[in-house]
């Protein structure tokens, strides 16, 4: 191991020993070490003169940071269901037995872990996973054998099969966004030549809004950020895309990043913020270096940095900032707190991020697509914009489309398409539903597939679709999103972190047969007190999968139920035979007998 002093002195040398890093400097703990040392810990705390708790608290919260060494080679397997309609599990089960090692322990020679992670983003070329944060596609029993044999010949990740890593953008129909090109840098010299207010004039009349899952009006929010005043305003683009089944923000930092950082520019000359972050997610860590090259190629062409595009007084410049396995964060207020180095627990609004923001200054955080978007409207005027869509939902929207059909990818479409006509063009058939929006968005029986993708009717958030026929057991999407919102959960309030664990569990009890009518009308409660008293919007939607499926495809709760009564959610009788064994009885008085 480095001498542990040295590293963590030059870490903290380069920032400034700034507190509010603490996230980044753990995540390149992590990265050397493959866990976070105690020492470390002690390090950093007597440094940044914070108490070690603080730093443990960040630790214990983010998934991708550990206690434990995971060894040489950490792999990850992606575990959306998407994944395991793939065949993920036995892949795993494969590598596990052909390694010698159980699932999310690591080996005791130290030398590799094999776990599973929630969605890893590449779900139209699954099954996937991480090793060492590096993604490898489409997984097969040849491929798995392929990596079980470098894992053990101890080969660095520098020199496995380039094809390995190839993680294609897949897209698979272009619209306006994705088809029509501006110049680098002419979004900044719109602003410069027409002033912010004709900037904002040009993004209110395109009807513009947040393209990540709330579908705020964004000539608002930049005027409300704009018009409040403070020392600081900052921009945040939100690459925290960790919704299952989405990873449209993949394939626009990856090959359209120039018009990312053009959008986040325009809205700093709008503001006057002279600092931006990109809040990279931790599973798209193997972008960070090309998107740094985008950066200083952007420097370079005084596109950032100082008087850019040779306006005196016109500072800007992005940082990446890399996140560490938290679905939380995608919510924008979490977002901030974990920019501050901080768990990524959602505020209390109001105040809005727009007003009270990073370092409480007013900042603007937008969508990965939204930014993109806005730098194009600058550019290419509003009506532009407005030419495909709908009335209320103008524009396009970028679907993730994965699961059962034969082109799954990236689909731009424009608003108000049919959920009809976009499963025959994707290859989907014999569809029994669609889950738009991710596990927190809403599930689509048959009957309403006539129905458009646009917010006045199916609102498709972040832009995932997935898709399942016949042949799914339904009932293993719900239990699948059931222990990804459990496991995501921040943990700050009880209708999230209790409610959640209540669904789990019932869940569980339908699947293994026991559970009753009274057990579903148990669900809908529980639901519902999440929805209403959830402190955030993860809480609040986290039940959605459920109470969906529970309204439009009753069947599949109604042939599992064991009666109409009610039975336990589990055998108190056998939660007893250790207190049995421990105490040496084993009569009739040591038995909880049922008396019906």
Partial sequence: MKDLETTITGLLSDSGNAPDRLLQYLCTIQELYSHIPEAVVELLAEKLHIPPVQIYGLVDFYSFLHREARGDYDILFSDNITDRMLGNQALIDSLCNKLGVKRGAPRPDNRVTVDVTSCTGICDQGPAMLVNGRAVSRLDDERIQAIADLVE????????????FVVEDNIQRRDILLSDQITHGSAIQALLNNGSNAVLDALNRSGLRGRGGAGYNTAAKWRICRDTHADEHYVVCNADEGEPGTFKDRVLLNSYADYVFEGMTLCAGVLGAKKGYLYLRGEYRYLQNTLEEALQKRRDADLLGRNILGQDGFDFDIETHLGAGAYICGEESALIESLEGKRGIPRIRPPFPATNGFRNQPTIVNNVETFVAA??????GADWFRSVGTDISTGTKLLSISGDCSRPGIYEYPFGISIKQI????????????????????????????RNIAFEDA????????????QRNLLDMVQNFTHFFCHESCGFCTPCRVGGSLMKDLIEKVITGHA??????????????????????LGATAPNHVLDTLNKFPDIYSKRLANTG???????????????????????GAHIRDES
Avoid at 153 to 164: D, H, I, M, Q, Y
Avoid at 375 to 380: Q, T
Avoid at 566 to 588: I, K, M, N
């Fill in 153 to 164: 010949a101890g080969t660095s990740l520098e020199n496995w099969p380039e094809s390995f």
């Fill in 375 to 380: 730098a194009k409207i600058a550019v290419l």
């Fill in 423 to 450: 499963l025959e063009e994707c290859g989907a058939s014999d569809t029994q539903a669609v889950q738009v929006a991710g596990a927190a968005g809403t599930t689509i029986p048959p009957q309403e597939f006539d």
């Fill in 459 to 470: 609102c498709t958030g972040g832009g995932s679709f997935m898709v399942f026929n016949q």
């Fill in 516 to 537: 009753t009518r009274y057990d579903l009308n148990e669900m809908r409660n529980i639901g519902l007190v999440m929805k209403q008293a959830s402190h955030c919007g």
């Fill in 566 to 588: 009610y039975e336990p959610a589990f055998d108190l009788d056998a939660a007893l035979e250790v207190s049995r064994q421990l105490t040496g009885r084993d009569d009739d």
